[in-house]
């Protein structure tokens, strides 16, 4: 589809593009005092970019921009996914107390810059356009570690962040130029057919570019090892963005490694093309299910020791990123559709758990664990949501974090006997964390001292929790209309060979 003809298939893109603009304009004209006021030009912007997505013809699936991004129902899902985790974060950006006396205008308005990155990753087909877009993703995300200037924490956070981030992407990149120099192209599908009739000596410079994007791919989920950025950076951003970054570019990363390579290794025709083996001499499905192993273990034991909740927190996202990496070596529809599930479940408990430690912090509090001692009797209410959260997120009925893990694990059973040892270590893995989870309910509501006055969180706050709790409790009882979302959206651009 040439550009003009793109144009009316893409609506969001170009509310987006609009929303950014009027909110830097806008932010022109506010003072400092005002300058939070930008978040409601970009809500807005949101909204109607959600709803240009959902009034989408979903049966159309098509290629736009002469083959650079795809539209098909894949791609709708992740953005869907990313407009409501940016929307639950602006709100919980508002309670934040680290970003008083900052000017928010910007900080806003860079939210929106990296949604429209995150768009173009998930529907990128194009290795040009999909450097493009994690360069911008990243390059966004960077400033908003360092936003907060006069904290070292946060500088040092942002240090790091672009050096780790310079690191891997030129590694990534450098994998894309051998396969560019294989191919001949850019084009994902045209690299899909030059890859089926590679010869034999080629094969070697393939794996190696293969390993050097799955690096680059692996720094945007936190894979082990390319996760050295994850704890600090988490610990020393604004809470708010730590949060977003656990959510948002996490979940377009998997859409990203879905589609590249079920498009370049497989036919593109499903999901269970197993001549994802013949393209090299590496046994990927192994190669990837070591990979998941040694990030939800790494993930896990780390977390253990932690005292910071933000940091243990932090590397809980990494112990995530490893379950969801259980369901791609299954090279199979069931994997991807679990994958998706779960990002929907971990959307709701990750943000939930974060929004708390927020608002303890904003009430006087700290980070650490000895600052939640008798939280749950000064703040009943927050004590027994963040129960909910911690519950979910280690996997336990009936939340949403049960049935995201349930789906995972019933992917990697179902390939056969030969998957069984990753979910045995899944399991074991799940059961490390229950260690680490249930220490902050132990110091919540058995350690400290009673208080004599308990705190009820304003209207707004209580609004923003039940936001995220109800969910958390709700889909993990009745999860039909989020699993027939799923089905719905487990649709690709295909270009069979």
Same mark, same amino acid.
């Given at each position: ?19 950014? /603009?009027?909110?830097?304009?806008? $932010?022109?004209?506010?003072? %400092?005092? $005002?300058?939070?006021?930008?978040? /409601? ?15 989408? $013809? ?10 650079? /991004? ?11 996914? !990313? ?26 308005? /860079? ?26 993703? =990243? ?11 006069? %904290? ?8 790091? @962040? ?71 950076? @988490? ?9 977003? #970054? ?10 990203? *490694? ?23 001499? !590496? ?7 070591? #990979? ?39 090279? =199979? ?36 664990? $000895? ?9 009943? !209410? ?40 990753? &979910? ?29 006055? *308990? ?14 709790? *109800? ?5 993990? *009882? @009745?999860?039909?209309?989020? &699993? %027939? ?13």
């Amino acid at each position: 589809m040439n550009n003009l003809q793109s144009l009316s298939y893409y609506w969001p893109e170009i509310i987006l593009t609009v929303t950014i /603009l009027v909110a830097i304009i806008a $932010d022109l004209f506010y003072s %400092d005092k $005002d300058s939070g006021k930008t978040a /409601l030009w970009v809500l807005g912007g949101l909204i109607l970019a959600q709803i240009a997505i959902y009034i989408q $013809d979903s049966e159309i699936v098509t290629t736009l921009f002469m083959g650079n /991004l795809a539209f098909d129902p894949f791609a709708s899902f992740f953005k869907t996914l !990313i407009v409501l985790a940016t929307i639950l974060v602006i709100f919980i950006s508002q309670k934040s107390s680290e970003l008083d006396g900052h000017r928010t205008g910007e900080y806003y308005s /860079l939210m929106a810059i990296m949604v429209f990155g995150m768009f173009l990753m998930a529907s990128a087909i194009d290795l040009i356009m999909l450097y493009l877009a994690i360069e911008i993703v =990243s390059i966004v995300s960077f400033i908003l570690a360092g936003y907060l200037k006069g %904290d070292l924490r946060s500088n040092e956070a942002a240090l790091k @962040y672009v050096i780790y981030g310079a690191f891997s992407t030129g590694i990534m990149l450098f994998g894309m130029s051998i396969i560019f120099g294989l191919a001949g192209s850019t084009k994902f599908f045209a690299i899909q057919e030059a890859m089926w009739n590679l010869e034999g000596s080629a094969q070697f410079a393939f794996t190696l570019a293969a390993i050097f994007i799955l690096a680059g791919f692996g720094y945007k989920i936190s894979a082990v090892p390319f996760h050295f950025w994850t704890p600090d950076v @988490y610990e020393g951003a604004p809470t708010p963005i730590t949060a977003y #970054l656990s959510v948002a570019p996490k979940a377009v990363g998997f859409a990203v *490694i879905i589609r590249f390579f079920n498009t370049v290794f497989g036919d593109s025709g499903a999901f269970i093309d197993p001549s994802i083996y013949t393209f090299t001499t !590496i046994a990927w499905p192994q190669l990837l299910a070591v #990979l998941s192993v040694i990030t939800m273990t790494l993930g896990n034991l780390v977390a253990l020791q932690q005292n910071s909740i933000k940091r243990m927190l932090a590397y809980s996202s990494i112990a995530h990123a490893g379950y969801m990496l259980m369901a791609i070596p299954t090279l =199979s529809s069931q994997g991807v559709y679990a994958i998706m599930l779960y990002l929907v479940m971990y959307l709701f408990m990750n943000l939930g758990a974060f929004f708390v430690v927020i608002y303890v912090k904003s009430q006087g509090g700290g980070e650490s664990f $000895d600052d939640f001692k008798g939280l749950g009797w000064k703040m009943p !209410i927050v004590g027994i949501v963040m129960t909910v959260f911690m519950l979910s997120l280690t996997g336990i009925p009936p939340t949403a974090g049960f049935i995201g893990k349930f789906y995972i694990f019933a992917s990697v059973i179902k390939v056969g006997p030969q998957m069984y040892w990753l &979910a045995v270590v899944g399991a074991i893995n799940s059961v490390i964390s229950l260690y680490y989870y249930f220490r902050v309910v132990k110091v919540m509501f058995l350690e400290g001292e009673p208080s004599e006055t *308990i705190i009820v969180p304003s209207p707004t706050v209580l609004m923003i929790l039940f936001a995220l709790a *109800i969910p958390t409790v709700f889909f993990g *009882i @009745y999860w039909a209309p989020i &699993a %027939d979302w799923v089905s719905r959206s487990l649709t690709l651009f295909i270009k069979v060979i």
